[in-house]
């Protein structure tokens, strides 16, 4: 059991940071400092940074950091960067595997334009309970978005932590999320990323195997080191970035 003082301090924790989540300008500044004792990479490395929402007042900024990551190397489509894992692709310097993970409207507004006129490929990992709900995309807008070039994957149909469910109900989170997306989309559905999306914390091996099982290829975490031909499709690496953080802070993320 432990004591008030440290339920109290952890609580106010966690208070800030959904308050620095809803401010990202300021979570980007306090964050920077720490980004002056990395680079961004310039070793051969396969990075997966990712996003959620990209509100208009962030379009500018999300170029700004696609801008700066294709300086460093190429920004390749997902199965690219599963080939290189495979080792099927040579892996000669930093190279950038884009995401976005929930359901925003925002992606067909805002994201989606500036990944065409950047030609980035990027991969939306769809929360398929969201789909339809106000603030959030129609399947209609998915399908355009797919038409468009762009990748799907899944991500649960709740958005519940899998580690706080059931083993059913976990199964039908990650099976039921790429039946329905398969369903409405008519593209076979292969790749998954956890909620929130911490080893231990946020999910399980149990959920891995899930994954396996409903036939994805890919499963993907948000633990952040760069990866390398052999290392495993089924533990995929990401950075979580916000566009209106300052490359400084892209740093404290992305980095050799
Ligand atoms: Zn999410």
Not at 22 to 40: N, W
Not at 138 to 150: E, H
Not at 156 to 171: G, I, K, S
Not at 211 to 240: C, N, V, W
Request: charged share 25%; proline share 9%; aromatic share 8%.
């Amino acid at each position: 059991m432990q004591p008030p003082t440290a339920i109290k301090r952890r609580l106010n924790e966690l208070g800030l940071r959904s308050r620095l989540r809803a401010r990202p300008r300021l979570q980007g500044r306090i964050l920077a400092p720490a980004g002056l004792r990395r680079r961004l990479p310039r070793a051969p490395g396969l990075y997966f940074p990712f996003y959620h929402d990209v509100p208009p007042e962030y379009g500018n900024d999300l170029r700004r950091h696609l801008r700066t990551l294709q300086q460093l190397g190429p920004m390749v489509s997902w199965d690219e960067a599963l080939r290189i894992l495979a080792g099927d692709r040579p892996l000669t310097g930093p190279v950038f595997c884009l995401s976005f993970d929930d359901a925003h409207l925002t992606w067909r507004d805002v994201a989606a334009p500036v990944l065409l006129e950047m030609r980035v490929p990027a991969m939306f990992f769809l929360t398929s309970g969201l789909v339809g709900q106000p603030g959030n995309l129609t399947w209609q807008d998915c399908r355009d978005l797919l038409a468009a070039g762009f990748d799907f994957g899944s991500h649960t149909v709740t958005h519940h932590r899998l580690a706080d469910q059931d083993d059913a109900t976990a199964a039908a989170e990650i099976a039921g999320s790429k039946r329905e997306i398969e369903a409405e989309l008519g593209v076979e559905i292969r790749d998954f990323a956890a909620p929130y999306g911490h080893p231990t914390v946020d999910f399980g091996e149990r959920d891995v195997r899930a994954a396996r099982e409903a036939g994805y290829r890919s499963f993907a975490t948000t633990l952040r080191p760069a990866m390398h031909p052999g290392d495993s499709p089924m533990f995929i690496h990401r950075q979580g970035l916000h566009p209106a953080w300052p490359i400084l802070a892209l740093r404290t993320r992305v980095h050799d």
